[in-house]
Every structure is written in C-alpha cells, then in structure tokens.
C-alpha cells in the first residue's frame, strides 16, 4: 500500500476518534460515532476492536465494494490491514477500542 493512502484516523476525524494509549509497540483509540454520521476513508494496521455498544455499520472500501455489520457490546474481533470508510447506519452510537498493532 502506498504510505500516501494511509489517512490516519485521528487526523481525519479528531471529535470521532480519541488516542486513548499510544507507546512503540500499540496505539487504543477510542471511537464514537453517531447514529447517522460517518467516518471518511482511512486507514489502520493490523489491529484488534472490542465493542462497547451494540451498532450497525456500512464499511466502503477504495474500490467502491461495501460491506453491513452488526455487532454487538463486548465482541473481540481481529482485523487485518484495512482502508475503509465507516458510516453508521443503525439507531445506536458506534462505539468501540481499536488496539492497532504497530511493526
């Protein structure tokens, strides 16, 4: 992937996602999104979400493909390497830890 298309989070949205923790080895960030809103194309390592709430979301990828998800408060889920943008879709607000695993 080229470093160019690795939009950080934080800078694109900094009232959506909060460093919660950050050392050599991991970054917490702390995600909060309304029910309606959405989160611009971005970019995160390999990295691990633990849900707080339960949430409905629409992640679209650089190619245009989309994908629904419904979770639910208190899942642990591996993610590989992605670029995504996030919109809320469901009645709740999104919100979720993302421990990114740095090399």
Known sequence: MNQNSKVD??????????????????????ASIASGEGHGM????EHL????SSYKVQDTFPDGNTKTMERSAGELLWGEEITHATQNIGNTRVQ???????D
């Open 96 to 102: 979720a830890l993302i421990i990114e695993f740095k």
């Open 9 to 30: 989070p934080v800078s694109l949205d900094p009232d959506k996602f909060k460093i919660r923790i950050e050392n050599k080895r991991i970054r917490v960030l702390e």
């Open 42 to 45: 971005h970019w995160h390592p």
């Open 49 to 52: 979400i633990y849900t707080l």
